[in-house]
């Protein structure tokens, strides 16, 4: 997987594709991640990227150009499965968007800024638009962050444990169950018997049932969808 970042601010995007599982899958040559700085395609010499709004209002705007640019010079490089654009007037993002996205080969992710991009580049280019949740961020950057971790996880090969990935919360429908680790009592509370047991048919169905139980009491919202 390609995915390529048009941002005002790489700088801001940086430390999440560093550490952890990210890099990992980076290093490991499943997934390519690159930054454009918008400002490398803007005309004049002040490197204007933004500008006021038609009809007045607080608030500037990604001008279309620079963008047009950028996206013109990359789709003549390749050609792309999804153009994101990251805003809070995208359709929310959930498991089932990030399992569809992983499955793309080349993606560009859009980050908006200010009060968001000239419509038009959204009428020309856009494929897909994403918010990460019902609020307003300072920018794309960070949801563009939020959306890359939860699809390059779902890569296979990315994730040590090739299960792991299928028994996250939302996967089914369900929020994950109670886990426990060693020791087995702390500070005198002990792990459900049925985790020892070593039976582990039991141990699914405990699990399931205990799934059940958390969505029902925390996310009834998810059982009236299935
Ligand atoms: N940009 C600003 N707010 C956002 C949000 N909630 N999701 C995605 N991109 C955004």
Known sequence: MRIDIITVLPELLKSPFEASILKRAIEKGLVEVHMHNLRDYASNKYKQVDDYQFGGGAGMVLMPEPIDKCMQQLSSERSYDEIIYMTPDGSTLNQQTANTLSLKENMII?????????????????????????YVLSGGE???????????RLIPGVLNDETSALTDSFQDQLLAPPVYTRPREFKGMKVPEVLTSGNFEKIEAWREAEAYRRTAERRPDLLDRS
Not at 110 to 134: A, F, M, N, P
Not at 142 to 152: K, P, R
């Open 142 to 152: 960070l949801g563009a962050a939020v959306l890359c971790d939860a699809i390059i």
């Open 110 to 134: 859009l980050c908006g800024h200010y009060k968001g991009v000239d419509q038009r580049i959204r009428d020309l280019w856009i494929t897909r638009e994403v918010s990460i949740g019902d």
